[in-house]
């Protein structure tokens, strides 16, 4: 459950998958050689590494007079580095280092060496990695100057979690393309046969349902102990008909406040939550948070996202065949096809994906107001012997106010002061920060006119429905479409 969800996330993946694209990066000034394009690159790390140490040693100088503008200060920062850090290198890449990895780790027939592609995107790797160390310090003032009773990482363990994390969730995209890549390009024949490519189909869809498995020990979680918190989930689950496999506890001494539903199976899903988050919420709250990601699974939100970007990418990947095929590229920019083509996936993504996600959002905030509702649609507040609706099939004042408390807590624990209408650039920023979710202040409105109007509810669970039913069945029509333009053969090619 995230209140913010800026798209860097996306952003990050689409950057990195798009450099490790066979694309002939553009060559620098002729005077500039590959070593001298290496220190160029060099230096700008260098740099950006220093902002970094500057801007951290600020934080750490603020925390003893203020903690709370420490912490905004903190959240300011990073968000700023980091936009900087990406889109420094995506001009590094283009101003010459992606020229010079293909000129440079090739072997002795000209072909990329295994998993070169992966040094594109060096510069970003080199600055997050550095980013991890540099930002630690900050962190672990943050904590200290919150009293917490639990001890921080060590710097060790702090990277090492951030380094899982990054490799499971942002990197394992990356790692899939240059292992395509570097299997086209040393084994040719096997990536054209029809068997090799069913198996990546197969394989793509078989990591999706068990991947789930493995994130436990990758991620470092935990069993959720016995006791009252892991009762509570447990009696939510049996009165919201939902099964998963476990709960699990994500220890990120205090540094994560989120709740998560991961994999689509009974058998493979899990319900995560952060120490912190935990540690933050009351048993209405907590009952409002765990409806929120019971929410997902019960409008299959989940499997749904998989359906809409496989046939977005299908779709996508036709019409560029078609685009290739028939008028082609303009001059000078045949070259960089793909990069056009994964540019317009990431508008596609931001305002189609980004307004079904917050569709969807709030599809699971009503589970969420449901599950910690009463029968009584005009109680006026619960005590330890109130008995919630079964099933979630009401809505009490005491529900909604239960999930706007959750969802002041996520954001308080965030660093983020609900942001009030004001200016454009405020609407912008709330808009560019929440744009997966949608600004906390729209959907705390929404749920509290529930209050006197409870049917709005069910009107939006209608609407949200038909949009998904619709957009689904028109990417389905323009991929019969696309396939007819394109012919069966070279259709099943794409494949």
Not at 24 to 32: G, K, N, Q, T, V
Not at 170 to 195: C, G, K, N
Not at 197 to 216: C, H, M, N, R, T
Not at 322 to 344: K, Q, R, Y
Request: overall charge positive; glycine content about 8%.
């Amino acid at each position: 459950m995230a209140v913010y969800n800026s798209p860097m996330p996306i952003l990050m993946i689409l950057v990195l998958a798009a450099a490790c694209l066979p694309v002939p990066w553009p060559r620098p000034f002729e005077s500039l050689d590959a070593a001298a394009t290496a220190a160029i690159t060099g230096l700008f790390v260098l740099g950006s590494i220093l902002i970094s140490a500057l801007g951290c040693a600020r934080v750490v100088r603020l925390i003893p007079e203020d903690r709370g503008a420490a912490v905004s200060l903190y959240y300011r920062l990073r968000r700023r580095v980091s936009l900087l850090n990406l889109w420094g290198s995506v001009a590094l890449v283009f101003g010459g280092w992606g020229w010079a990895v293909r000129e440079s780790a090739t072997d002795e027939r000209g072909r990329l060496t295994p998993f070169a592609e992966v040094l594109v995107p060096g510069p970003y790797l080199a600055l997050l990695l550095a980013s991890w160390f540099i930002w630690f310090f900050a962190e672990r003032a943050l904590h200290r100057g919150g009293m917490r009773a639990q001890a921080f990482w060590t710097l060790p363990a702090y990277v090492a979690q951030q380094a899982r994390q990054f490799v499971l969730l942002l990197f394992l995209p990356v790692l899939l393309i240059a292992t395509q890549q570097t299997i086209s390009r040393y084994f040719p024949e096997l990536a054209d046969s029809a068997l090799y490519q069913l198996a990546s189909v197969f394989v793509a869809f078989g990591l999706l349902l068990i991947l789930p498995l493995f994130i436990k020990p990758l991620l470092g979680l935990k069993k959720m102990p016995d006791g009252p918190i892991r009762d509570r989930l447990t009696a939510a689950a049996v009165r919201l008909r939902f099964r998963c496999r476990d709960w699990l506890l994500w220890p990120t001494r205090g540094l994560v406040a989120n709740a998560m539903i991961v994999g689509v199976l009974p058998r493979a899903r899990f319900v995560i939550f952060t120490d912190r988050l935990l540690e933050s919420l009351d048993p209405p709250e907590l009952d409002a948070v765990v409806g929120h990601e019971i929410g997902h699974a019960r409008h299959g939100h989940i499997p749904y996202y998989f359906a809409f970007f496989g046939l977005s990418s299908l779709v996508g990947g036709t019409l560029l065949t078609l685009v290739e095929s028939s008028a082609g590229w303009p001059d000078g920019v045949a070259e960089f096809g793909l990069l056009l083509a994964v540019a317009g996936l990431g508008v596609y993504i931001f305002f189609v994906f980004g307004f079904l996600s917050r569709l969807c959002e709030r599809q699971a905030d009503l589970v969420g107001v449901r599950a910690a509702s009463c029968a009584d649609p005009y109680c006026g507040g619960h005590s330890d012997e109130t008995v919630l609706a079964d099933g979630g099939r009401a809505i009490c004042p005491a529900g909604v106010h239960a999930m706007v408390r959750a969802l002041d807590v996520v954001m308080n624990l965030s660093g983020l002061d609900r942001p009030e209408r004001g200016s454009w650039k405020q609407w912008v920023a709330a808009w560019w920060k929440s744009w997966q979710h949608g600004p906390p202040s729209h959907r705390i409105d929404f749920l509290l006119s529930l209050i006197e109007r409870p049917e709005r509810a069910a009107r939006h669970d209608r609407y949200a429905f038909r949009i998904r039913l619709a957009l689904m069945l028109l990417l389905v029509g323009a991929l019969i479409l696309a396939a007819t333009a394109l012919g069966r053969d070279e259709f099943v090619r794409q494949l």
